[in-house]
């Protein structure tokens, strides 16, 4: 297949690309370097399976030659990053995420969506299933994220039963691992980059919401197996194993053996108390589930960050 990855030069679209080429596949990665870095898809300059296009996917555009399949990863994705871009990141989702499904129609391409559990808002029920509509403040800190994605949903879901263009959306959970910017702000970003530094770790509120964190290799696995299904979707990819951030605090403490401990600073408002992907659709359609647990997984992303922020490190 030749594809198309918008947001390729991102932490998952990065990963995205190797999966793909790694497998035989042609690709197109499109981005305008807004989160993303270059540095990510450094390695692939030089593959005879990969082209680059710098380009700002809400600036119409065409790929010349074959398109078999766009898989729309761009948009500002870290609370912190979004937070600084709100009308980026709806237009991103809005008229970026219609550009890329213009392109599908026009090259009888399938179109692939990478939504978010945060269409879920702050769910109130638990696990989350897909079939639940989620609990979202349309005005909120997080709305311009959450509108987004779930206005990018609606359009592509439009766009299928309108023009028959083939879909695959899927809702992410937290994922982490390697080519995440220590400066995004996620959690496990500022928890790995502060325990290397020797600092104590920021525990937005009293600690006890909780994220179910996924490892990017096995969220990426999720991806080719929903691109190669037939099912349109939303379909959760995410890692079930469920941890408070207390207890994420704790682990990273432990094997970075960081003794500065934890400093509590407050929460941001609508923050979700907690989230924890239901994955039975995955394995049922998908025959897909998660298999690093998060301490093989953060022991793989540990080095990653003490390079990129210029530590020394042996993991204990
Ligand atoms: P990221 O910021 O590393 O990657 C996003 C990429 O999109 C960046 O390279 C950025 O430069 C690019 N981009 C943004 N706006 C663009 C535009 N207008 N034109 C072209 N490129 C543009 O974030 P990520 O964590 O890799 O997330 C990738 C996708 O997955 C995002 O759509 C995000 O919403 C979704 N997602 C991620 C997670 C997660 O835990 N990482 C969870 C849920 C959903
Ligand atoms: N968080 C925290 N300390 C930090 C950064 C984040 O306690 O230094 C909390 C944040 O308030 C949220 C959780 O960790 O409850 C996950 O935050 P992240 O930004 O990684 O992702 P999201 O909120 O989008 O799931």
């Not at 879901?157 to 996620?186: E, K, L, S």
């Not at 907690?274 to 994955?279: F, G, L, N, V």
């Amino acid at each position: 297949m030749r594809v198309v990855v918008a947001g390729g030069a991102g932490f998952l679209g990065s990963h995205l690309c190797d999966a793909l080429i790694a497998r035989g596949d042609q690709v197109v990665c499109v981005d305008n370097f807004v989160t993303g870095s270059a540095d990510n898809v450094a390695h692939l300059r030089d593959n005879s399976s990969f082209d680059f296009l710098e380009h700002d996917i809400t600036e119409q555009f065409d790929v010349p030659g074959q398109v078999d399949a766009v898989m729309n990863l761009a948009s500002p994705a870290s609370p912190k990053d979004y937070y600084a871009l709100p009308i980026e990141t709806l237009d991103v989702g809005s008229i970026g995420t219609r550009n890329l499904l213009e392109l599908c129609r026009i090259h009888d391409a399938i179109f692939f969506m990478a939504s978010t559990s945060e269409v879920y808002g702050d769910p109130a029920i638990h696990p989350q299933t897909e079939d639940y509509w989620g609990n979202v403040n349309p005005i909120g800190q997080r709305s311009m994220y959450d509108e987004a994605k779930r206005f990018s949903e609606a359009l592509t879901f439009a766009y299928h039963r309108t023009h028959g263009v083939p879909i695959r959306v899927v809702r992410i959970f937290n994922t982490y691992g390697p080519r995440m910017q220590p400066d995004d702000g996620r959690v496990v970003s500022n928890f790995i980059t502060q325990a290397l530094r020797g600092e104590s770790l920021t525990i937005y509120g009293d600690g006890a919401q909780t994220r179910s964190f996924c490892f990017v290799e096995d969220e990426v696995s999720g991806f080719l197996a929903l691109l190669d299904s037939d099912e349109t979707g939303p379909i959760n990819i995410g890692n079930p194993g469920e941890f408070t951030m207390l207890e994420l605090a704790d682990l990273v403490n432990e094997l970075t053996g960081n003794e500065a401990g934890i400093a509590f600073e407050a929460l941001p408002s609508d923050d979700p108390k907690q989230r924890q992907p239901d994955i039975a659709l995955a394995t049922s359609k998908l025959g897909w589930s998660p298999q690093i647990k998060l301490r093989e997984g953060l022991e793989r992303t540990i080095p990653f960050f003490a390079d990129a922020i210029g530590v020394e490190h042996a993991l204990r």
